[in-house]
């Protein structure tokens, strides 16, 4: 089963990173095109820096249990997740960020 591409596991590297949190998202970073042919858009996880690569389902999993909207265009937004599947982190907490350069 395999929801997202992990970028940083890309070179092989194995292992859990600890989440330490207050990691802020570079929006720049965010705004790159997606490289998974499956991908649908970005998501970036507080607890340890890691931006993952969504697709679908990994998209459908995460919005599950929150109350916010999707937009139509998936690139204008990602989501911001405080632990994800690279970090030891256990706060489930998901929301869905603007990713705004103009404002
Ligand atoms: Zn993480």
């Given at each position: 089963m395999n929801d997202h591409i992990n970028k940083g596991n890309m070179l092989g590297k194995t292992g859990i990173a600890k989440a330490i949190g207050g990691f802020k998202p570079n929006y720049i970073r965010l705004q790159e095109p997606l490289e998974g042919p499956e991908s649908v858009m970005y998501s970036f996880c507080t607890g340890c820096g890691n931006i993952l690569e969504q697709t679908q389902k990994g998209v459908e999993l995460l919005s599950a249990d929150i109350d916010q909207q999707l937009p139509d265009n998936l690139s204008d937004v990602f989501f911001q997740t405080?632990?994800?599947?690279?970090?030891?982190?256990?706060?489930?907490a998901v929301s869905i960020v603007e990713i705004n350069l103009r404002g």
């Amino acid at each position: 089963m395999n929801d997202h591409i992990n970028k940083g596991n890309m070179l092989g590297k194995t292992g859990i990173a600890k989440a330490i949190g207050g990691f802020k998202p570079n929006y720049i970073r965010l705004q790159e095109p997606l490289e998974g042919p499956e991908s649908v858009m970005y998501s970036f996880c507080t607890g340890c820096g890691n931006i993952l690569e969504q697709t679908q389902k990994g998209v459908e999993l995460l919005s599950a249990d929150i109350d916010q909207q999707l937009p139509d265009n998936l690139s204008d937004v990602f989501f911001q997740t405080a632990s994800c599947s690279c970090c030891d982190g256990t706060n489930k907490a998901v929301s869905i960020v603007e990713i705004n350069l103009r404002g």
